[in-house]
């Protein structure tokens, strides 16, 4: 067939085709298709000049003798597969700024968490369009606790149960228990089921209320707190603009006022710096406060007793919105009903591809898409069993030369393991005793023993291989409990069978001996008695 070269316009007819094509339409005509006048002297377009778009049907595309049709093209589906992940969170600790305990496994790449295991969190990751099964197991009180923590998703921070998120879901409470959280016990969990959209809305805030602050005094020293903060003045808040907040106090003496001084211009029953705006009942000692927060309040004021210089601590004040860090994400925050106990939660995009990702075909949906190189290992049996046989046989290397994974050599003869060149956990199998060794650092050490009971022998007298001690024994007997796999003698003093392997004070005379090509252990002290003796022709090891 003839292959178009160029293809361009003299006055608005396109060479050799301008009986079929009308400028004025731009279609073609009914006489068919478009065909140069000469093999592969015409172009489409130019380098300078190009072509928009070319629609074409499924039909095939011939490239010199190479034929292209929709069936032969590979669909790609480059999108990021969203985090499915459960985490655990605990709070085993008392007081107001005890932390949230997280806990959850390696997740696969591009996200690529590392394992953690009860550790407190500046910021714990979300992405949108993410899973996430959260169990709290705060929610029973253990360790140090001296309440349960039910555990909100919030839009800002501070005390209450208002502006939760709603995407986040308690599910209620289940049983439920992990390793390295409360002893590993059977746990009353709170369990949260969240979804991460894909686009984050912000509704619209409700300005705290009912917010409460039970305050009494220890002694001269200082303004206790309950309720929806804890502790012996403490920094409180935030307390957001267009908020109500209420001080119950009950500290006779301690007349208790808000102010914008830091205490420095303090001096007792002057007040100075009194904040009154928004202030119900200041300078109360028995009574309520209320403090309905105006929207020009500073952004720090401080609480403090009218008598007391020491008895004073910090508000900080906010604006009512959700917050964003410099990357430009939401925060959001896992949080108690109190003050202070609370961990932010960062609303993350879904992260791009990254190295160390391969892409597989999902015959799901028809398209290729990408997956870390680990799941792509777990959901491929053949090549992780092929990975496991030549893991098994080397020695993996880290960049500063150091062996990683202890390699394990074999030898013919146990007297020839090396001195040099070992790594701390090496393994080395001695052919000739059927013995492993580990290389503690400075020698070989015997990881266990082959044991064959059919190899040793007592001096003048019986001895019995099962695993029951034998009904009717002579006295010294040996008696080799297959049960346990260890050797006994028979005491003559108690009648009872000890293990030759155990540390005792027994006067028995005994002879213990150990075949050519067998190693045992023996645990000491051993007390063989005045007229006992060891016959040795393997190896014996004395621990």
Known sequence: MSKARNLVTNTNKIIGIS?????????????????????????????????????LSSNSIFLGDKTVSADQILDFDLNIAPEVLEIQVAAPDAGQDTSWLWTWLTSSLPYARTTITNQPQGTVPLYKQGTYTINNFAKTQYGSMTQPHTLYFKWIEGAGTQNLISWATDQGTFTDSHPSINDGNDTTVQRYSISVPSTITIPTLTAPSGINYNVTNNASGAYTFSDAAAGD?????????????????????????LTTDNGTNYSATTYFGEYLSG?????????????????????TLYYQCGNHSAMRGAITIKDLAVETNNNGNYIVYA???????????????IPSLTSQ???VYDASINKFVPQDLATYVENTPSFKNKIQEVAGTATLVAADGDAIVAKVEV????????????????????????QLYIWNGTAWVA????????????????YAISATAPVTPDN??????????????????????????????????YTLTVEDGYNTALAGPLNIGTNGSINIKGNLNII
Not at 233 to 257: D, K
Not at 279 to 299: E, K, Q
Not at 447 to 462: G, M
Request: with cysteine; charged share 20%; net charge negative.
């Open 279 to 299: 202030v119900t009942n200041s300078r109360t000692d028995s009574g309520s406060l209320t403090f309905v927060v105006p929207n020009d309040a500073p952004d």
């Open 411 to 434: 030898y013919y003869d146990a007297t020839y393991l090396p001195l040099l060149g070992n790594n701390t956990g090496d393994l080395a199998f001695a052919n000739d005793v059927g």
């Open 357 to 359: 990702m391969c892409i």
């Open 476 to 509: 010294e007997d040996h008696w080799y409990d297959t049960a346990t796999r260890s050797l006994k003698v028979r005491d003559t003093t108690s009648t009872s069978w000890i293990p030759v392997v155990a540390s005792n004070n027994s006067t028995i005379d």
């Open 233 to 257: 003045n403490i920094n409180i808040g935030p307390l957001y603009r267009g908020g109500t907040y209420t001080f119950t106090v009950n500290a006779s003496g301690h007349p208790f006022y």
């Open 19 to 55: 009986d079929k094509f009308d400028p004025t339409t731009g279609q073609l005509g009914e006489s068919g298709d478009i065909i140069p006048e000469g093999n592969e002297q015409k172009d489409l377009g130019s380098a300078n000049n190009k072509f928009r778009h070319l629609y």
């Open 447 to 462: 990881t266990s023993i082959p044991f064959d009971p059919n190899t040793l022998s007592k001096v003048a007298t019986d």
């Open 335 to 349: 949080q108690h009903t109190q003050e202070g106990h609370k961990t932010p939660i960062e609303l993350r995009p």
